[in-house]
T-cell receptor
Framework: DADVTQTPRNRITKTGKRIMLECSQT?????MYWYRQDPGLGLRLIYY???????NKGEISDGYSVSRQAQAKFSLSLESAIPNQTALYFC????????????FGQGTRLTVV | GIQVEQSPPDLILQEGANSTLRCNFS?????LQWFHQNPWGQLINLFY???GTKQNGRLSATTVATERYSLLYISSSQTTDSGVYFC??????????FGPGTRLSVLP
């Protein structure tokens, strides 16, 4: 089983619908992240959480919200999906120490029509 | 914030050739990783290398933190090496910043 699991792996939704992407991890890490990747570009940070009670906006948080339900679970919501949110979404985790490797999930390919 | 550049943006190789990919960053870092994104979109950790040199099979990486760059070497390239290679850096307590990537195509 993967250390960082994202569900669903693929999703097509309609404009205006609410959708939730889920991430769970078995690495015991405190820090979790949501990134977005648009075609031909690198990853950009949406939200991050350093522990269960800590939520922070990243570079591109508008139109998104998150929930850290437990140390191991971090979900991303699109309250009212729009077509330009069509992208590949990645969840990642890392330890709370300074010099630490990040681990990524397999990605969720979201299409908003 | 910290800026990350990667070069070249695109690279086409014949199978069996060697290549060097470069990552430059604008500030000191305490965290640097190389990833391979395969044609299916999955991100694969290649190296965690904030400094020094590491090798894993045909791949090796070197980071010279004082000069703010890292290099990824691919030897005897194979078609399965195709995809996009990302460098990502972390700057003391701040989050990872990704470079724009190098798109590698290895031809049979």
């Amino acid at each position: 089983d993967a250390d960082v699991t994202q569900t669903p792996r693929n999703r097509i939704t309609k404009t205006g619908k609410r959708i939730m992407l889920e991430c769970s991890q078995t690495k015991g890490h405190d820090r979790m992240y949501w990134y977005r990747q648009d075609p031909g570009l690198g990853l950009r940070l949406i939200y991050y959480s350093f522990d269960v009670k800590d939520i922070n906006k990243g570079e591109i948080s508008d139109g998104y919200s998150v929930s850290r339900q437990a140390q191991a679970k971090f979900s991303l919501s699109l309250e009212s999906a729009i077509p330009n949110q069509t992208a590949l979404y990645f969840c990642a985790t890392s330890d709370s120490t300074e010099n630490t490797e990040a681990f990524f999930g397999q990605g969720t390919r979201l299409t908003v029509v | 914030g910290i800026q990350v550049e990667q070069s070249p943006p695109d690279l086409i190789l014949q199978e069996g050739a060697n290549s060097t990919l470069r990552c430059n960053f604008s500030d000191s870092v305490n965290n640097l990783q190389w990833f391979h994104q395969n044609p299916w979109g999955q991100l694969i950790n290649l190296f965690y290398i904030p400094s020094g040199t590491k090798q894993n099979g045909r791949l090796s990486a070197t980071t010279v933190a004082t000069e703010r760059y890292s290099l990824l070497y691919i030897s005897s390239s194979q078609t399965t090496d195709s995809g996009v290679y990302f460098c990502a850096v972390g700057h003391y307590g701040q989050n990872f910043v990704f470079g724009p990537g190098t798109r590698l195509s290895v031809l049979p």
